[in-house]
């Protein structure tokens, strides 16, 4: 079965350290998500790219987040600094446009459990 | 502004019994809608979708009903089974869109 991968699986860092996340996108979609899980929003996006460009990053706090496609096998989450408040879910996703596969959504990875404190 | 909104934060059922999971919209725009189901520790998976141009959509034990006019879909579970204990994500779409707007979950809890 074709899979998303994250890495690491969870992470701990002290407030103010810089975070990366990683993801390999399922080979051939073209368009990969990041959302956060929180209790009160649920899952919440945060930025999506189509063909590595960024289409939408309007739900990441700028002046800390940012997000990358350096190439079609590897999506990267950063935060710098990191602050107690961050701490949650992360998930990374992927899919293709054509609607026949966006129809059946994401395909999601298991997640980077981040906890700074 | 949450455009996908689950009320019910948590469900308990009896095994066999029926399970109905809610989910309400405001964006008349969306067209298309789906169930994820997630475990603990892991990525929410792909349960069963439906599109606006039908108002029910069967695959075994679980049925999706949309009701457009009310902006309402639920999810129903026969016969609940201990398995099924998971948070579940209801999401929507609209055609235009790029991206499905997903729920805050219902976490749900078959007793054996």
């Known amino acids: 079965d074709a899979r998303v991968t994250q890495t690491p699986r969870d992470k701990v860092t002290e407030m103010g350290q810089e975070v990366t996340m990683r993801c390999q996108p399922i080979?051939?979609?073209?368009?990969v998500f990041w959302y956060r899980q929180t209790m009160m929003q649920g899952l919440e996006l945060l930025a999506y790219?189509?063909?590595?460009?960024?289409?939408?990053d309007s739900g990441m706090p700028k002046d800390r987040f940012s997000a990358e496609m350096p190439d079609a096998t590897l999506a990267t989450l950063k935060i710098q600094p990191s602050e107690p408040r961050d701490s949650a879910v992360y998930f990374c996703?992927?899919?293709?446009?054509?609607?026949?596969?966006?129809?059946?959504?994401?395909?999601f990875g298991s997640g980077t459990r981040l906890t700074v404190v | 502004d949450q455009q996908v909104k689950q009320n019910s934060p948590s469900l308990s059922v009896q095994e066999g019994r029926i399970s109905i999971l809610n989910c309400d919209y405001t964006?008349?725009?969306?067209?298309?809608f789906l169930w994820y189901k997630k475990y603990p520790a892991e990525g929410p998976t792909f349960l069963i979708s439906?599109?606006?141009?039908?108002d029910k959509n069967e695959d075994g034990r679980f049925t999706v009903f949309l009701n457009k006019s009310a902006k309402h879909l639920s999810l129903h579970i026969v016969p609940s089974q201990p398995g099924d204990s998971a948070v579940y994500f209801c999401?929507?779409?609209?055609?235009?869109?790029?991206?499905?707007?997903f729920g805050t979950g219902t976490s749900l809890t078959v007793i054996p």
């Open positions: 996703a992927s899919g293709s446009r054509d609607r026949g596969v966006l129809g059946y959504g994401y395909t």
């Open positions: 080979l051939g979609h073209n368009t």
């Open positions: 790219f189509r063909n590595r460009a960024p289409l939408d």
């Open positions: 964006n008349s725009m969306f067209d298309y």
């Open positions: 439906i599109s606006s141009i039908k």
């Open positions: 999401a929507a779409s609209a055609k235009t869109g790029n991206q499905f707007y």
